[in-house]
């Protein structure tokens, strides 16, 4: 099956394009199983690849299959490459994405465009496995600006609805700033790296231009991390995914949850050997994860749009992922990738379930005691709750724990910001289960007698993703209980090893800590619930008490920190401006000199066609007065 690699993203590719060119004369049946099936074999395929590569001997699991030359002055193929990392992605990729598509059926089924919706998705899932796969920076960036591209098409999907469109631009644009630091940093590991783009050739070559230009190396780093702050949403770039929650929750759950957003963590992590040669960028990484984390959590603790809640909440774990891999933790970078695709897909698309039910509704003050109303979407959204938090045994927990016990052992500071973050993210998902299932209902009349539970395509997908919430992490228990990790084993060969300097204690972290660690971080996990149990279900008069008497810090924390706001201040209105001033030069001097040469020939024009009026009489008498002229000017 390794053979057939190149046909996972084709495969999608293909949906896409039947969708594309027929979706407006098929029926909708025909579109959903074009989309479904195209994804659907695209996972099974997948699954046959891993296999195959999973038989083959520990050092040889590096497959490139190569579809021929794609630019020859270059050197460049397009090639496809195959080794535990890309296929762990693979496997996340189409699954997810699979339940997401059936998922889309129920939920999309009224929406007009429906060929459309589907259509784009398909070609998101082409891109993104291009993005995973490619076994070059070009390829990699091929299915990079794919995805962004997809991600601005189905963010606007709704496009005559102003706040989509406005989203779709505002994802694109800030995704730009990002892509050109990417494409910078690109440029020149093409330059130092002998003129290759083959991401083996530049980590193999790597350790020898560390030793000549450390500093390049480390700009090439930090110019990457630009393009993974983007499209990952980390700081200063994450202000996007916010607004991106405009678009349909179940692109919410693919694109801003699952798949695209973590594109970031996956380009770090694919480039290791390269990071962990610039510890000035590595330790950049990590306090920017860390920041981001804290940060996103404190916001997401005073909004009230239930999605708005979950995009902060996916913003504050891509910055876990990227702690990790700052202190060298790659595999808890991708584990942590990993299990946040099972339970932050299922907690979106619960959340469009509890928005389909509502007709649309999405402010949680608007909803309240819908546990009874939807008992169905209560407990699997339940199981999302809890493995977000952190509960013991369940994914988040296992992949979680892991990244602040690395984070303990680089830097206790470090580690002391993801621990106040753990408990932030216990507290501010239990408001939103509060605010949303418990209570007494604040349902508006007119939708109370309409709430429904999802129909079985949504359900079925609900279902899926409750269980791996719960169970996903087992495939990385830590190893204080096993010794080792089943997934660390596997992503061993695809990523690098921490450096040392990050453990002064020696190269492997101490087992001794990490079981005390395991039990403070599940008291941060119960505590952080039991915090928000009490405020928003036992007394939920308190925290209106409380904003009351903090009011300044409540509306500067529910602003957002004003972040867009100063944004708008420093950088949107001062470029508006210099807008303005250039369109006003070019109206005056540009157009001024243009329409004024032309005024001035045909000013002159009208003057020379006086002299030129065909009578011979008009002529002598010019003749007479020049002849005139110059005897003039002879005898004076």
Not at 126 to 143: I, K, N, W
Not at 252 to 267: D, P, R
Request: glycine share 10%.
């Amino acid at each position: 099956m390794l053979s057939l690699l190149w046909l996972i993203p084709v495969l999608p590719a293909l949906g896409f394009i039947v969708n594309g060119l027929l979706g407006p004369r098929l029926p909708k049946w025909v579109v959903s199983a074009v989309a479904c099936g195209s994804v659907l074999l695209a996972f099974l395929l997948s699954a046959g690849c891993v296999l195959e590569l999973a038989d083959m001997p520990e050092a040889q699991r590096h497959v490139v299959v190569s579809l021929g030359d794609w630019i020859a002055p270059l050197h460049l193929s397009w090639s496809f490459l195959l080794d535990p990392l890309s296929s762990l992605m693979i496997l996340v990729v189409t699954g997810v994405g699979l339940l997401i598509h059936i998922y889309s059926i129920g939920y999309m089924w009224e929406e007009e465009g429906y060929w459309r919706y589907f259509a784009y998705l398909n070609l998101f899932m082409s891109m993104m496995l291009t993005l995973v796969l490619g076994s070059s920076l070009p390829l990699l960036f091929v299915g990079w600006e794919g995805v962004g591209l997809c991600s601005y098409l189905l963010i606007g999907f709704f496009y005559w609805k102003t706040d989509c469109a406005d989203a779709g631009r505002k994802a694109f644009i800030v995704n730009r700033i990002g892509d050109a630091s990417f494409i910078t940093g690109m440029m020149i590991a093409f330059v130092t790296f002998g003129g290759t783009f083959d991401i083996a050739e530049i980590l193999a070559r790597a350790p020898d231009v560390a030793r000549t230009s450390p500093g390049t190396v480390v700009a090439i780093a930090l110019l990457m991390f630009g393009g993974a702050c983007g499209k990952s949403a980390q700081i200063p770039l994450y202000v996007w995914l916010p607004d991106a929650m405009a678009g349909p929750t179940p692109v919410s759950a693919l694109i801003h949850a699952a798949t695209m957003v973590t594109a970031g963590v996956y380009m770090v992590c694919r480039m290791s050997p390269l990071y962990v040669l610039a510890p000035g960028a590595l330790a950049t990484v990590a306090i920017v994860g860390a920041a981001t984390a804290l940060m996103a959590a404190v916001i997401a603790m005073a909004q009230d749009d239930i999605k708005k809640v979950l995009a902060y909440s996916t913003i504050s774990q891509l910055g876990y992922m990227f702690l990790a891999a700052g202190v060298g933790a790659f595999s808890a970078a991708i584990f942590h990738l990993t299990t946040h695709a099972f339970f932050k897909a299922l907690l979106f698309l619960g959340s469009g379930a509890v928005i389909h039910a509502l007709h649309g509704e999405q402010d949680m003050t608007k909803m309240g005691g819908l546990r009874k109303a939807l008992p169905r979407t209560f407990w699997v959204f339940f199981f999302g709750w809890i493995a977000i938090s952190g509960v013991p045994f369940t994914s988040g927990f296992f992949s979680k724990d892991e990244i602040l016990y690395r984070a303990f052992v680089a830097n206790p500071g470090l580690w002391l910001a993801g621990f106040v973050g753990a408990i932030m993210t216990a507290i501010y998902m239990t408001r939103l289960m509060g605010l949303t299932f418990f209570g007494a209902s604040r349902v508006a009349p007119d939708k109370a007698h309409h709430i429904h539970e999802a129909p079985p395509t949504m359900m079925f997908a609900l279902v899926v993703l409750a269980v791996l919430a719960l169970l996903g992490g087992f495939m990385g228990m830590p190893e204080a209980w096993f010794g080792v990790s089943p997934l660390e084993h596997w992503l061993e060969p695809s990523l690098a090893a921490p450096p040392s300097a990050l453990h002064p204690r020696g190269m492997e972290p101490p087992a001794g800590p990490e079981t005390l660690l395991m039990i403070l971080s599940s008291l941060a996990a119960l505590g952080g619930i039991g915090v928000g149990y009490y405020l928003w279900v036992t007394r939920p008069e308190l925290p209106g008490r409380i904003a009351s008497s903090l009011p300044g810090l409540f509306r500067f924390v529910k602003g957002k920190l004003y972040v867009d706001e100063v944004y708008e201040a420093l950088i949107l209105e001062p470029y508006e401006a210099l807008c303005r001033l250039m369109s006003r030069f070019d109206s005056v001097v540009v157009d001024g000199v243009v329409n004024g040469m032309g005024t001035a020939f045909e000013t002159s024009g009208h003057v020379l066609k006086l002299f030129h009026s065909g009578y011979v009489r008009n002529y002598a008498v010019f003749y007479l007065a020049g002849a005139a002229a110059v005897v003039w000017y002879l005898v004076m």
